[in-house]
C-alpha cells in the first residue's frame, strides 16, 4: 500500500492563480479530509467527506472546493490564491468515524504540500 | 517550558526520564480523543487513542489520561529518547452544525529530549 498520497509537494502560485492538490489513498477509507498548519500552529481542517460524492466543509473552509466522485480520489481546489493561504496542506484518510466504542479511529496523513503565494 | 503567542510550547526533558504534555479541550460532547506526534517537514503519525468513557489507556511507552471533569487530556512519554523529539498534538473527534463527525485539533506542544 502506498498509503495516502500528495501532489505536489511543494508549489508557487501568484495572487489570483488557481490550483489543485490531488490526494489519493489505496486503503479503501471512506473519510478522507483536508487540512492546512500554518507555522507555530495546530492542524485546522478545512473540508471532509465521508464517501464518496459526499462532502462538508470544515472550520475554515472559504476560498476551498472539493470533491469526491471516487474513494480514492480528494483533490483540493483553490478558486483564487490569496497570500492568507499560504500554508502546509495535509491530506488524510480513515475509516469512518462512528460512534465511539468501535475505536479504529487512526488517520493516516499524506506527506503534505507546502503552498506559497506571492 | 517556554514561549508562548506565536511560538509553540516548548517541554524540555532529559533523555531517560519521563515527559507529560498536556491538552485542554472545550467540547464536553467530544467523544473520542486522539494524540499524534509530527516529526519536522512531515504529516502528523499517529500514536494513541481513548474514548470518552475510559479515563486512561497504556500503549509501548505511553499512557493517555482523560479527565472529563475538567476537560483534560495528557500524554505520558516514559524513558524519553531522543526520537520522541517531535511536536505533540491532541485531536477531538467533535460533531460539526451538519451533524457529522469531523476530527479537530489542538495547538500543539513541542517535545525536545536533550541527551
Known amino acids: 500500500n502506498a498509503g495516502v498520497t500528495q501532489t505536489p509537494k511543494f508549489q508557487v502560485l501568484k495572487t489570483g492563480q488557481s490550483m489543485t492538490l490531488q490526494c489519493a489513498q489505496d486503503?479503501?477509507?471512506?473519510?478522507m479530509s483536508w487540512y492546512r498548519q500554518d507555522p507555530g500552529m495546530g492542524l485546522r481542517l478545512i473540508h471532509y467527506s465521508v464517501g464518496a460524492g459526499i462532502t462538508d466543509q470544515g472550520e475554515v473552509p472559504n476560498g476551498y472546493n472539493v470533491s469526491r466522485s471516487t474513494t480514492e480520489d480528494f483533490p483540493l481546489r483553490l478558486l483564487s490564491a490569496a497570500p492568507s493561504q499560504t500554508s502546509v496542506y495535509f491530506c488524510?484518510?480513515?475509516?469512518?468515524?462512528?460512534?465511539?466504542?468501535?475505536?479504529?479511529?487512526?488517520?493516516?496523513f499524506g506527506p503534505g504540500t507546502r503552498l506559497t503565494v506571492t | 517550558g517556554e514561549s508562548v503567542g506565536l511560538h509553540l510550547p516548548t517541554l524540555s526533558v532529559q533523555e531517560g526520564d519521563n515527559s507529560i504534555i498536556n491538552c485542554a479541550y472545550s467540547?464536553?460532547?467530544?467523544?473520542?480523543f486522539i494524540w499524534y506526534k509530527q516529526e519536522s517537514g512531515k504529516g502528523p503519525q499517529f500514536i494513541i487513542d481513548?474514548?470518552?468513557?475510559?479515563d486512561k489507556r497504556q500503549g509501548q511507552r505511553v499512557t493517555v489520561l482523560l479527565n472529563k471533569t475538567v476537560k483534560h487530556l495528557s500524554l505520558q512519554i516514559a524513558a524519553t529518547q531522543p526520537g520522541d523529539s517531535a511536536v505533540y498534538f491532541c485531536?477531538?473527534?467533535?460533531?460539526?452544525?451538519?451533524?457529522?463527525?469531523?476530527?479537530?485539533f489542538g495547538s500543539g506542544t513541542r517535545l525536545q529530549v536533550q541527551p
Open positions: 481513548i474514548r470518552s468513557n475510559m
Open positions: 485531536a477531538e473527534i467533535i460533531r460539526l452544525d451538519t451533524g457529522r463527525r469531523a476530527l479537530t
Open positions: 467540547n464536553s460532547a467530544s467523544d473520542y
Open positions: 486503503m479503501n477509507h471512506e473519510y
Open positions: 488524510a484518510s480513515s475509516r469512518a468515524f462512528r460512534v465511539a466504542g468501535d475505536g479504529g479511529h487512526e488517520q493516516y
